[in-house]
């Protein structure tokens, strides 16, 4: 069973910074596609970011600018650098990896709480 982790969540003023990880217990990370998700209270869970196993990358236009996903295949790790926290950033913030081997499977982490608050 694929179990993701994820860290680094807390409170934050606005403008302030946060950075996220996520780690993986599978073999399978180095050729998953992994993403950051996040739901706001009352809204839809929404793709912040995600990054494909050759390292391409993907973003919400909300988040253009200001967060960074990378990976570290060697750590089984994925990251969110965010800079510029605004309150509407508030969210549960989920790890997902998508990995696919004759058909697609998706994973999920528990989530890690992100408040941005003065």
């Known amino acids: 069973q694929v179990q993701l982790v994820e860290s680094g969540g807390g409170l934050v003023q606005p403008g302030g910074s946060l950075r996220l990880s996520c780690s993986a217990s599978?073999?399978?990370?180095?050729?998953?596609?992994m993403g950051w998700h996040r739901q706001a209270p009352g809204k839809q869970r929404e793709l912040v970011a995600s990054?494909?196993?050759?390292?391409?990358?993907n973003y919400a236009d909300s988040v253009k600018g200001r967060f960074t996903i990378s990976r570290d295949n060697a750590k089984n790790t994925v990251y969110l650098e965010m800079n510029s926290l605004k309150p509407e950033d508030t969210a549960v913030y989920y790890c997902?990896?998508?990995?696919?081997?004759?058909?697609?499977?998706?994973?999920w982490g528990q989530g890690t709480q992100v408040t941005v608050s003065s």
């Open positions: 599978t073999r399978m990370f180095a050729i998953s596609v």
């Open positions: 990054i494909t196993s050759g390292g391409n990358t």
């Open positions: 997902n990896l998508a990995v696919t081997v004759f058909r697609r499977t998706d994973y």
